[in-house]
């Protein structure tokens, strides 16, 4: 999982400059309103990788359509590791 920090949204307005290059290395900054997030700014690399996730999200198979090479890879997949 990133790092994430949770930033007030008036403290975040007034140091963007900061928070943009925070972003960098913590990777997402959660914006806080009231004690509630209310948004969120991304590092590039995270921003990628979440429009990598929601192209997934809306990806349909047909398992009978699937190459032998694509099962395997699913059966052999294991939760929580990244494939190569």
Not at 28 to 35: C, R
Not at 76 to 82: N, R
Request: proline letters at 4%; glycine letters at 4%; aromatic letters at 8%.
């Amino acid at each position: 999982m990133p790092q994430t920090r949770d930033v007030p949204a008036t403290e975040f307005s007034r140091n963007f400059a900061r928070y943009r290059e925070e972003a960098i290395a913590e990777k997402i900054i959660h914006v806080t309103s009231h004690g509630r997030v209310i948004g969120a700014y991304l590092s590039a690399s995270e921003a990628v990788h979440y429009e990598k996730l929601k192209r997934r999200e809306t990806q349909s198979l047909v398992v009978g359509e699937l190459s032998n090479d694509v099962v395997e890879t699913i059966k052999s997949a294991e939760y929580g590791v990244e494939p190569k």
